[in-house]
């Protein structure tokens, strides 16, 4: 029977591995063959197969200008979000590991607010300063999306360098420079080239803030993409999307093959490394200028969102920062249109019909990557993250394209099987990490005191982990709410929220959007509150320490 264990358990894998296969690969694939079909058409082998996309594309002087544009925003917004978050991410790993973490939440907040919420807050505060509709408000744009990421990146680095060998350094003659440039600045390579390569990728897909914020000539691959789509010219989307495809999976797996794709997950699963930090910093100039550049941080990625709460309450019909009075009209407008309350209801939906298909089929994932011995695991974990590292933009240009085909665009079981392919490789990570840090020990202790393995699982295992799947839930459900370019391609009938908010934010801009985005950011900090309420209440009963300051 024990033979078997390792066999059933790798069953587990076979329904989330034939749900991407079925709405990830297979689509994608169909993107591929259009490019290589001179009339944009899908059949296997191509009708017409011949290389003339590719080749427009590369001796059309506007297609180069696309790929010019795409290239060089990327690399400026990756280039100025690592060199910000490097010295903040230095400051918040030299302080105590509890308020370094608290820090680290507090950067976070963004990446839990709605991506039309920091873009609306932009609309407000960027035509302030006489940038909107620039490169310049692009670039701002995307390096405010990519902080919250890089930061995460480079302080899980950071934190586990331990103040000791600075200690030794400064021991050995070195000055705080010295110190820094020959030991700190080599030992965060690695989280340096890991950040830098993840907001490379991301920024090659960005859609909605090039569309929202920047200008009508500076065209990127996925606004091109997108705009070949609704012209019906599939030949030349699929060929830029291929292209973007080569592109991003070569970075990601240059990128795994130094250093690892754990290194690349640290949304997926917060480490528990960290050295242990309960001295005073001693304030050295390194110390003095990375903390002011960690307030000034703090302040462009907190301060665009209180700018929408007091927007959210002006009384007039026109926008203007600081708001001339008080008054909730736009918050009852919302509530009295039924247009806004039928979004919000499909959003929420197919927002819980999400959480019970990821979580599911993530569990079920997880268990058979970690309790089972199946070949091919690298593989089959590499399937999994593939729509965490594909561009939204492809992911959903190559659905789209599927659920015509089925009849599935526009419908609540469309928008839940496209949204849970975008959520369920986190919830695979945030559950396998739950499962490899358990172990297997006591499901094995209960199993040789007489329980069956099911038994053992639901008593032990599976309590165990209802925090990670508590978690997981969450994330499914903030991916779904808050996902807007997905739902876009498919939205010909009923549409979600972010979409009616995209759409809205297309036509007229008015305070609506900014009672909307005011009520989900209340929400993501009562969600928050709820579950660290829940989370000190579960390390009261199990005896730990409240105060223990893990990330």
Request: charged letters at 10%; aromatic letters at 12%.
């Amino acid at each position: 029977m024990r033979a078997r264990r390792p066999l059933a358990s790798g069953l587990l894998v076979l329904p989330g591995l034939a749900f991407v296969l079925v709405f990830f690969v297979y689509p994608l694939l169909g993107v591929v063959l259009r490019s290589f079909d001179s009339q944009g058409g899908i059949a296997f082998p191509p009708s017409h197969p011949v290389l003339s996309n590719y080749i427009e594309i590369l001796h059309d002087p506007a297609y180069v200008v696309v790929l010019k544009n795409t290239f060089v925003v990327a690399a400026l917004a990756t280039a100025i979000a690592v060199a910000v978050a490097y010295p903040t991410c230095f400051f918040m790993s030299r302080l105590p590991r509890r308020w370094g973490a608290r820090l680290l939440m507090l950067a976070l907040f963004p990446f839990w607010t709605s991506i039309l919420v920091r873009l609306y807050a932009f609309t407000q505060i960027l035509p302030l300063f006489g940038v909107m509709y620039t490169t310049t408000a692009t670039v701002i744009g995307m390096v405010y999306y990519l902080l919250p990421y890089v930061i995460a990146v480079l302080y899980a680095n950071m934190v586990t360098i331990d103040d000791d060998i600075l200690a030794a350094a400064h021991t050995l003659g070195a000055n705080s420079v010295q110190a820094l440039r020959y030991v700190f600045v080599p030992l965060t390579r690695s989280g340096v080239f890991v950040g830098a390569v993840m907001a490379f990728v991301i920024s090659l897909g960005f859609f909605l803030t090039p569309a929202i914020l920047g200008a009508g000539s500076d065209l990127t691959i996925a606004t091109y993409i997108q705009q070949q789509v609704n012209i019906v010219n599939w030949g030349i989307a699929s060929a830029m999307g291929t292209v973007l495809i080569a592109i991003t999976l070569a970075l990601f797996f240059f990128a795994t093959r130094f250093f690892g794709a754990g290194e690349l997950l640290v949304l997926g699963g917060t480490s528990q490394k960290g050295v242990a930090r309960a001295e005073r910093m001693r304030l050295t100039w390194p110390v003095v200028n990375s903390a002011i550049v960690t307030l000034l941080v703090f302040i462009f990625l907190l301060a665009p969102l209180i700018v929408v709460v007091f927007v959210s309450f002006t009384p007039t019909t026109y926008l203007i920062f600081p708001p001339q009075g008080f008054s909730l009209r736009w918050y009852a407008d919302f509530f009295n249109t039924p247009d806004w309350i039928a979004s919000g209801w499909l959003s929420v939906r197919v927002g819980l019909l999400t959480i019970v298909s990821a979580t599911a089929l993530g569990l079920l994932t997880a268990i058979g990557l970690e309790r089972s011995r199946i070949r091919g695991k690298q593989v089959l974990r590499a399937v999994f993250l593939a729509p965490l590292i594909v561009p939204v933009i492809l992911i959903a240009v190559a659905f789209y394209d599927f659920a015509n085909r089925l009849h599935l665009a526009g419908t609540l079981a469309g928008y839940v099987i496209g949204h849970t392919l975008l959520a369920l490789p986190v919830t695979v990570m945030i559950v396998g990490n739950a499962l490899r840090s358990i172990g297997t020990e006591l499901e094995d202790a209960a199993r040789t005191l007489g329980a069956s393995r099911q038994q053992a699982f639901r008593m032990v295992t599976a309590w165990l982990i209802t925090p990670s799947l508590a978690v997981s839930g969450i994330f499914a459900f903030v991916t779904s709410w808050d996902e807007p370019v997905v739902a876009l391609f498919l939205s010909t009938g009923a549409t979600t929220l972010p979409v009616h908010i995209f759409n809205y934010m297309q036509s007229e801009v008015r305070p609506t959007v900014a009672a909307i985005a005011t009520m989900l950011m209340a929400s993501v900090l009562l969600i928050s509150a709820a579950v660290h309420a829940v989370g000190a209440s579960r390390r009261q009963k199990l005896g730990a320490p409240s105060g223990s300051g893990q990330a």
